[in-house]
């Protein structure tokens, strides 16, 4: 099984949706988690850390369930430039980072 | 400021030959990641150096791989020799351990490596 997993989508969604996804996690020992971006042909970057309480950043709402061992990420009023891939990433003890295969998002004009 | 440095870009060779990619932190990160990411594995952690120091190279497929990190500012990552199945884009991540933020890593541009 692997550690992180996610569906990979694709979610085609029109500007101004609001989509939705999670990733399940199997670790119960993990310690941090987020979620990172990945634009075609480039390098990931992080988008947010997820916290507890879950947390919002902007059009971005992160939520955390330690219980189910799952983390989402909802984007409200999807813009165009919110097409990408997203990595849900999961950090355990160690410094090592375990990330999941990613979701990909379209948004359509 | 610049961010995470590598270099090539891109890297096309033939099978049995040595590659080398060289990466260069943030400064002031005490922490390096080498990754490899292709469609059939997703993201996979190679190797990573604390202050200089290998902690954990688990993920490094086979003797053929090899890391080094000489200092704070450079890191190579070295195949030899290559074969068809290592092409893959290569990245490289650096952190900041102090800022207790381990899992903000920054990543660098990729080399896209392709092993005729």
């Known amino acids: 099984r692997k550690e992180v997993e996610q569906d990979p989508g694709p979610f085609n969604v029109p500007e101004g949706a609001t989509v939705a996804f999670n990733c399940t996690y199997s670790n119960s020992a993990s310690q941090s988690f987020f979620w990172y971006r990945q634009d075609c042909r480039k390098e990931p970057k992080l988008l947010m850390s997820v916290y507890s309480s879950g947390n919002e950043d902007g059009r971005f709402t992160a939520q955390l369930n330690r219980a189910s061992q799952y983390i989402s990420l909802l984007i409200r009023d999807s813009k165009l430039s919110d097409s990408a891939t997203y990595l849900c990433v999961v950090r355990r003890n160690d410094y090592k980072l375990s990330f999941g295969a990613g979701t990909t998002v379209t948004v359509r004009a | 400021d610049a961010g995470v440095i590598q270099s090539p870009r891109h890297e096309v060779t033939e099978m049995g030959q040595e590659v080398t990619l060289r990466c260069k932190p943030i400064s002031g990160h005490d922490y390096l990641f080498w990754y490899r990411q292709t469609m059939m594995r997703g993201l996979e952690l190679l190797i990573y150096?604390?202050?200089?120091?290998?902690?954990?190279d688990s993920g490094m497929p086979e003797d053929r791989f090899s890391a080094k990190m000489p200092n704070a500012s450079f890191s190579t990552l070295k195949i030899q020799p290559s074969e068809p199945r290592d092409s893959a884009v290569y990245f490289c991540?650096?952190?900041?351990?102090?800022?207790?933020?381990?899992?903000?890593?920054?990543f660098g541009p990729g080399t896209r490596l392709t092993v005729l």
């Open positions: 991540a650096s952190s900041s351990g102090t800022s207790g933020r381990i899992g903000e890593q920054f």
């Open positions: 150096f604390n202050n200089n120091v290998p902690i954990d």
